[in-house]
């Protein structure tokens, strides 16, 4: 996302200031600075200033302060320069000089505002941006520039204050429209945010970061072709806008345009090598398209690793846990799930079920919503913070003050991630699990939870991490409430419905031909694809012709959008046989469609992380494991056609599910946290392997 002259800074931009080297102007120019006086000097930095020429503006600027060492307005204009150009501690450092000599001088109390900013200093910033409009009231940007830090904070309602304000005093404030379109976004109010950033272009048409904002808004409301398109407006306006390139990349993902996403991201990264979101798309488009390689899929995490971690490493420092196998162990969760959401319905109980002898739950919250659910995440938690306005540094930090032995990752490279802060090492033992299980690619991660099937022997090799078995790779909590299940549905439709719950980014061509010669093979067959995109009428018509160029008609499909968490479990009580996609199988669909009594057939070697036959393993239906496209088909026909044992199944599966580690919540708590100790051991030196759960 996109937001109007919000400073980020990384560890490769601070490291910029240490190595600022003046710009130099062509020799004529030199020349001629040093016959002109203090005051052209400055209005010949202001002239550069005014159109974005910052590195001679810099140079105007000091020529300037070399006659005027004093002059306020070349002191104030270099700190903002010198902040817009990402060299903040100089900027502080100027800028806090200009204001020693005029305290009431609101432009640099403004300008050092964003400095602090830029250093993710927000509370500072804060009360800079409040003392610049308590010395002029009327300062726009003052209140626009404070709209970006309580965005930043979270204070949503105290920015949309701020923005209105700003638009206010100043009318034809585009950037302040556009913000304040993020922050309507951001609460869900989309039709709203997309007028306010449709305003902000009226106002300035050539606005390159409104356009992609518009198409974030876009992409948020599923009409991903508008997304595209103001993207692209906004890459033409600005070939170089790396952030575009990137929403770009994420409105052709959820269009199921794998390839054309990873292009984009890669176009991104290119830009800007640390973006990081663009880069984590990118492992998600990888992990998920149908022609990547295994290599790749390690590769571009070594990739990532060697970008955004490997810098970090000389933060390091060594850990003060007190090593006593009596005390209780201290368990840090890192995530953005904490919320009714399918992730945390399968971490959950390791949460709201552990051994309150044995340990003490620390829970670092990304979250901005809330609900029932995260109430009682906080309630079971000894320490809950909430990390959504705290930078990675800061997170970590907090991580070694609350002394955390083990420290969980529940994000991997999806949204919400915080790889960064694991990359500071704030934990002597750091694991991922659970949320994204497929590897970081990092060395300061310890451990990966997996299982046998999920990560074969014969692939581990290739990861950083130490690979720790679980019982199952995932887990479906037993608090979770279903529906009655109904009787089998052949029996009443009349035909064999197969089903497909999966989001659609999962389904690609691969998939759509076997599925469609599944349904050939039965020609009285029909497939429920049920998920949220299908909501809308082109996404409906993207699918159908899907099928169609592979033989299949209008009418052997069955298209369902978004409904309740009630109504989408229900669902399954109208499927026979669940079609696992590939190479990015199912998890909770997986989950959920065995706890409903429905067997789900899955393409295990076409599958890079086969989390379905690793489930499946654990409920004894191997045989649902495929070897290859044409056993997948072969035995889709075969077992459509044993009503019995789908009958069967139908009635055995809920029973046999909840008397496993797949929904037996307690049980699986108790052997993750046996794990948890043996991993407790090992570091304070009592034991040095791990043993396999059974």
């Known amino acids: 996302m996109v937001r109007g002259k919000q400073i980020g800074m990384n560890r490769a931009e601070r490291r910029r200031q240490q190595k600022l080297a003046k710009t130099k102007l062509p020799t004529k120019q030199i020349e001629n600075a040093n016959t002109l006086d203090a005051q052209t000097a400055l209005q010949n930095g202001v002239s550069h200033h005014q159109v974005g020429q910052l590195d001679e503006a810099i140079i105007w600027y000091r020529k300037c302060l070399d006659e005027e060492p004093e002059n306020l307005t070349a002191l104030c204009n270099l700190g903002g320069a010198l902040q817009a150009k990402g060299l903040l501690c100089e900027s502080v450092s100027l800028l806090q000089k200009t204001i020693d000599l005029k305290p009431d001088y609101a432009g640099a109390h403004n300008n050092l505002g964003l400095a602090k900013q830029g250093q993710s200093k927000f509370a500072d910033a804060v009360i800079c941006y409040k003392k610049a409009i308590s010395l002029n009231p009327n300062f726009a940007q003052a209140y626009n520039n404070l709209g970006n830090v309580q965005q930043l904070q979270t204070d949503l309602d105290g920015a949309i204050a701020n923005y209105q304000k700003a638009i206010s005093l100043q009318p034809g404030f585009a950037e302040a429209y556009n913000n304040l379109g993020n922050v309507l976004r951001e609460q869900g109010y989309l039709d709203f945010a997309v007028n306010s950033i449709q305003k902000a272009i009226s106002l300035q048409p050539g606005y390159a970061d409104a356009y992609s904002n518009l198409g974030f808004t876009k992409q948020e409301q599923g009409k991903l072709e508008e997304a595209i398109a103001n ?48 880069h984590n798309n990118l492992i998600f488009c990888i992990d998920a398209a149908s022609d990547a390689t295994c290599d790749l899929f390690w590769e571009e995490r070594q990739n990532w690793a060697k970008i955004h971690a490997e810098p970090l490493k000389s933060l390091w420092l060594p850990h003060g846990n007190i090593k006593d196998l009596k005390r209780k162990v201290r368990i840090g969760y890192v995530g953005a799930d904490f919320k009714h959401h399918s992730a945390a319905h399968i971490f959950c109980p390791m949460l709201l079920k552990h051994n309150t002898a044995k340990f003490q739950i620390f829970i670092y919250a990304g979250n901005s919503k809330q609900d029932e659910l995260t109430k009682e995440f906080k309630k079971a938690s000894t320490g809950w913070v909430e990390t959504s306005q705290m930078n990675d540094e800061a997170l970590a930090t907090k991580i070694r003050e609350d002394k955390i ?38 060395q300061a991660m310890d451990y990966l939870f997996a299982d046998p099937i999920f990560i074969p022997l014969s692939q581990r090799k290739k990861y950083t991490e130490q690979i720790v078995d679980l019982p199952s790779v995932i887990h479906l909590s037993s608090d979770i409430k279903f529906p009655e299940i109904k009787p089998k549905p052949n029996s009443q439709a009349g035909y064999i419905t197969f089903g497909a719950f999966n989001r659609i980014v999962k389904y690609n061509d691969g998939v759509y031909r076997v599925w469609a010669e599944i349904l050939q093979r039965i020609p009285t067959a029909k497939l429920l694809i049920k998920t949220a995109t299908l909501d809308l009428e082109k996404r409906r018509f993207e699918v159908i012709a899907n099928f169609q160029k592979f033989g299949i008609l209008p009418d052997r499909l069955i298209l369902m959008g978004k409904t309740d968490k009630q109504e989408h479990l229900a669902a399954h009580n109208l499927v026979d046989i669940m079609l696992d996609p590939f190479p990015h199988n199912g998890g909770m669909t997986t989950l959920e469609s065995l706890r409903m009594g429905v067997p789900v057939l899955t393409c295990e070697t076409k599958s890079r992380c086969p989390t379905s036959a690793s489930i499946l393993h654990e409920l004894g239906l191997d045989k649902w494991r495929c070897i290859n496209e044409a056993d997948y088909v072969n035995k889709a026909v075969a077992y459509a056609c044993d009503i019995q044992n789908l009958q069967s199944l139908r009635v055995d599966l809920p029973c046999r599910f909840m008397a496993s580690v797949l929904g037996n919540s307690k049980l699986y708590v108790e052997k993750i946290e046996a794990i948890y100790l043996q991993l407790w051991q090992r570091w304070c030196g009592y034991n040095k392997s791990v043993t396999k759960q059974a």
């Open 231 to 278: 993207n692209q407006k906004a890459i033409s306006l600005n070939p170089n806008f790396a952030e575009a390139y990137s929403n770009l990349g994420a409105a052709l993902k959820d269009q199921g345009k794998l390839d054309e996403g990873i292009i984009n991201f890669r176009k991104a990264i290119t830009l800007k090598p640390d973006l990081i979101d663009a």
């Open 405 to 442: 032995d083990i420290l969980v990752d529940l994000a991997g490279h999806t949204k919400g991630s915080r790889l960064l802060t694991f990359a500071r090492k704030p934990a002597p033992i750091q694991i991922t699990a659970w949320g994204y299980p497929h590897g970081t690619g990092m």
